[in-house]
T-cell receptor
Framework: GQNIDQPTEMTATEGAIVQINCTYQTSGFNGLFWYQQHAGEAPTFLSYNVLDGLEEKGRFSSFLSRSKGYSYLLLKELQMKDSASYLCAVRDASSGTYKYIFGTGTRLKVLA | EAGVAQSPRYKIIEKRQSVAFWCNPISGHATLYWYQQILGQGPKLLIQFQNNGVVDDSQLPKDRFSAERLKGVDSTLKIQPAKLEDSAVYLC???????????FGPGTRLLVL
């Protein structure tokens, strides 16, 4: 079946580094996505991994290991505005079209 | 480039009433998704269109939910009759095979009393 796990909540301090983990099981893996969602707003795209390794985008980096079914999102130099939910999503192509399966999201609270 | 548009942004109805949501995807995006996001959870796919055809509606409660995308552009999602557990944010997203991700609209927040 398809399953995505990520922690429900995390707390970190302004200026620190935080790593949000995501494990997944899917039959037709076609990419892993991280989205940021502020309360009351729509998800916005942060990063995309389809090959193993680290993708860096400014303060945000995302890592993927396909053999382990594992990804993490790394946020550096945390700012108060980073307080949000972070959604891990897997794109599955087993049905012949792209289908996105989302985790429940990790609610990150950044403290001053 | 204009983003995904949705309306209304908020809707309050009583149980057993009907409601409809509208979505206009990004121009040229062939794939359109409707998601339901209950508070504290991730988005759950309700239905996915490729142009005006349905490619996945396995999680759509078809006894009360319906959706259409008649001309392969705009889409409507309808709930009839609504239940208390339908209270959620309904997100529309669209994607193109030439772009790496899907893009979300602002969502419609539904409260069923």
């Amino acid at each position: 079946g398809q399953n995505i796990d990520q922690p429900t909540e995390m707390t970190a301090t302004e200026g620190a580094i935080v790593q949000i983990n995501c494990t997944y099981q899917t039959s037709g893996f076609n990419g892993l996505f991280w989205y940021q969602q502020h309360a009351g707003e729509a998800p916005t795209f942060l990063s995309y991994n389809v090959l193993d390794g680290l993708e860096e985008k400014g303060r945000f980096s995302s890592f993927l290991s396909r053999s382990k079914g594992y990804s993490y999102l790394l946020l550096k130099e945390l700012q108060m505005k980073d307080s949000a939910s972070y959604l891990c999503a897997v794109r599955d192509a087993s049905s012949g079209t792209y289908k996105y399966i989302f985790g429940t999201g990790t609610r990150l609270k950044v403290l001053a | 480039e204009a983003g995904v548009a949705q309306s209304p942004r908020y809707k309050i109805i009583e149980k057993r009433q009907s409601v409809a949501f509208w979505c206009n995807p990004i121009s040229g995006h062939a794939t359109l998704y409707w998601y339901q996001q209950i508070l504290g959870q991730g988005p759950k796919l309700l239905i996915q269109f490729q142009n005006n055809g349905v490619v996945d509606d396995s999680q759509l409660p078809k006894d009360r939910f319906s959706a259409e995308r008649l001309k392969g552009v705009d889409s409507t999602l309808k709930i009839q009759p609504a239940k208390l557990e339908d209270s959620a944010v309904y997100l529309c997203a669209s994607s193109s095979r030439y772009q790496e991700t899907q893009y979300f609209g602002p969502g419609t927040r539904l409260l069923v009393l």
